[in-house]
């Protein structure tokens, strides 16, 4: 049988980290003069795939 292979899209936006599957953050492209400091610096910090999606996304980087 032969290899399973990746979904490029998917090993594009996601990074296997340690035991977690890191991903992009949303809503800090731009349009940014509207938004409180606060909610900027909350979207500096890394952010993780959900423990319920993880297994769809493993599955496309054919993990």
Do not use: D, Q, W
């Amino acid at each position: 049988m032969p290899k399973m292979k990746t979904k490029r899209a998917a090993a594009k936006r996601f990074s296997i980290k340690k035991n977690l599957i890191k991903r992009g953050s949303a809503f800090r492209s731009h349009i940014l003069t509207k938004k409180s400091r606060k909610t900027k610096r909350g979207l500096r910090s890394g952010k993780y795939v959900h423990s319920s999606n993880e297994a769809n996304v493993k599955r496309m980087l054919a993990l």
